[in-house]
Structure formats: structure tokens, C-alpha cells
Nanobody, 121 residues
């Protein structure tokens, strides 16, 4: 089971990007889904999470600019990033703490491969 992240790229400050993360198999159970980011030389940090019921949580640094959403039918999570700043430059990773596929596979702490977001000033 893999999480496939996409949507990163190079954008000017003030621009927007939409990240997507989809699971490679159908899920029967999945907990909250999240986006984390790791800037060069820094530790990985939380950007946003969303529960299966749609409750969201954001890091203070992205509140009001980023919006996380999910499509349970597609086992996908999205991150709409608006008004991007140079300090948002990082590799963005999607994460699922727990999932179970319809085929019965149970996995914990699953990470996507990361997608690079570069914001130029």
C-alpha cells in the first residue's frame, strides 16, 4: 500500500498550489489524514490534519492560507495552498497514522514519498 503525493512545483510568492495524496488500494478504514512539511535543514513539522468526519487542524503558520480536505470515496486528501510565502518552501508529505485495506492489510504510520514546493520571492 502506497500513498502517492503530487502537485508540488515552483510558484511565485502570493501564488497557489494544490497538493493531492491518494492511496494505491481501496480502504475499509482510515483515521485522520495529514500533511507535514520539511524545509531544508529543519525538522519535519505538521501543516494540517483532517479527521474522517472532516474536523481540521492547522499549524499557526498556515492558518487562513491553507485548506485541507479529503474525499473518503477516493481515499484521497488534498491541501489547497494560497498566498504562498518563501518560508513555505519545503518537501510536503502526506501521512496516515492507521489504515486498513479492503483486502485486510493493516498498516500504521504510512508516509507518502513527498512532493517539493518551492516558493520564490
Amino acid at each position: 500500500v502506497q500513498l502517492q503525493a503530487s502537485g508540488g512545483g515552483l510558484v511565485q510568492a502570493g501564488g497557489s498550489l494544490r497538493l493531492s495524496c491518494t492511496a494505491s488500494e481501496r480502504m475499509s478504514s482510515i483515521t485522520y489524514m495529514g500533511w507535514y512539511r520539511q524545509a531544508p535543514g529543519k525538522q519535519r513539522e505538521l501543516a494540517a490534519t483532517i479527521t474522517s468526519g472532516g474536523t481540521t487542524n492547522y499549524a499557526d503558520s498556515v492558518k487562513g492560507r491553507f485548506t485541507i480536505s479529503r474525499d473518503n470515496a477516493k481515499n484521497a486528501v488534498y491541501l489547497q495552498m494560497n498566498n504562498l510565502k518563501p518560508e513555505d518552501t519545503a518537501v510536503y508529505y502526506c501521512n496516515v497514522p492507521f489504515l486498513r485495506t479492503v483486502s485486510g492489510i493493516t498498516l500504521y504510520n504510512v508516509w507518502g514519498q513527498g512532493t517539493l514546493v518551492t516558493v520564490s520571492s
